[in-house]
């Protein structure tokens, strides 16, 4: 069975998955990282160069239906998957416990502050319209909400 962490941006969902992977024995995938191996591109403004948020979208669906397959993964998701509901489908028809790893926009502000660029948050306006737009969808698909604003990605992994 795979664990598959959903969220948005700064929600911890790629440190969290390295500390659940390590503590339950099972190996931790990136599908940003995959994304861009399967684009030959190597960060998100490079591929958004390239294609455009419709190449990282298309893509992303690829990459859920290959790994969708596998077992015993912590899959650290992109925060715009859930736009794709196939990607969900996809995840759940595999049998995978999806995790919505819950954060206030307030405190993805504090953490993205000195983080790496992303080509969907350089505009505080824009990016909370995501978020409002995005919070349903997550809660749509998770099979459990987890709080994360007052832990540590270790506390929120060792809580699962
Ligand atoms: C995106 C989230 C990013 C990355 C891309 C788009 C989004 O992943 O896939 O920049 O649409 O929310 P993280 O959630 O890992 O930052």
Redesign the pocket.
């Known amino acids: 069975m795979n664990i598959v962490l959903i969220?948005?941006?700064?929600?911890g969902?790629?440190t969290v998955a390295r500390y659940l992977s390590a503590r339950l024995g099972l190996s931790s995938i990136e599908?940003?990282e995959l994304?861009y191996q399967k684009t030959a591109t190597h960060n998100?403004h490079d591929l958004f160069a390239k294609g455009g948020e419709l190449l990282?979208r298309e893509t992303e669906i690829a990459v859920a239906k290959e790994i969708a397959s596998k077992e015993r993964l912590v899959i650290?998701?992109?925060?715009?998957v859930v736009l794709n509901k196939i990607i969900l489908d996809y995840f759940k028809q595999g049998g995978a416990k999806v995790i919505f790893l819950k954060t206030s926009f307030e405190e993805i502000v504090r953490r993205l502050e000195g983080d790496y660029p992303?080509?969907?948050f350089n505009q505080l306006e824009s990016a909370k319209k995501?978020y409002d737009l995005r919070q349903p969808l997550y809660l749509g698909y998770a099979d459990l909400v987890i709080e994360t604003d007052s832990k540590t990605a270790k506390e929120v992994a060792d809580g699962l």
Do not use: A, I, N
């Open positions: 969220g948005f941006m700064g929600s969902k790629s599908m940003d994304v998100m990282l650290s998701t992109g925060g715009g992303r080509p969907l995501l």
